[in-house]
């Protein structure tokens, strides 16, 4: 049974950081990609991040990147969103999802991820 579990949000002032990490079961994270989406509110949920199963490449959305990082400790079956210089704007619930049509690449297309986590809330405020 495949199952993910988000952790590492919070509230964090302007130009802050946050690692959020997303705990995978029921695979292994070198056959499947997993990406990172958030929904804030009142908007649509986008694509943040994904890192690609078999090569484990790195793939981030435009306003995401230089500011983002994400990795994998395989050997913990979690995946990580690094993220520094944080702005109000990416106040949101940040969800990580799993593709098992993806493996060598990666994509923001919801439709492909079959399996989500339940997210975790990150609030940027002074």
């Known amino acids: 049974q495949v199952q993910l579990v988000e952790s590492g949000g919070g509230l964090v002032q302007p130009g802050g950081s946050l690692r959020l990490s997303c705990a995978a079961s029921?695979?292994?994270?070198?056959?499947?990609?997993i990406a990172w989406f958030r929904q804030a509110p009142g908007k649509e949920r986008e694509g943040v991040s994904c890192i690609s199963g078999s090569e484990a490449s790195t793939y981030y959305a435009d306003s995401m990147k230089g500011r983002f990082t994400i990795s994998r400790d395989s050997a913990k079956n979690t995946v990580y969103l690094q993220m520094n210089n944080l702005e109000p704007e990416d106040t949101a619930v940040y969800y990580c999802a799993t593709s098992i049509i993806l493996s060598r690449f990666c994509s923001f297309s919801e439709p492909l991820f079959g399996s989500w986590g339940q997210g975790t809330q990150v609030t940027v405020s002074s």
């Open positions: 029921g695979f292994t994270l070198g056959r499947n990609a």
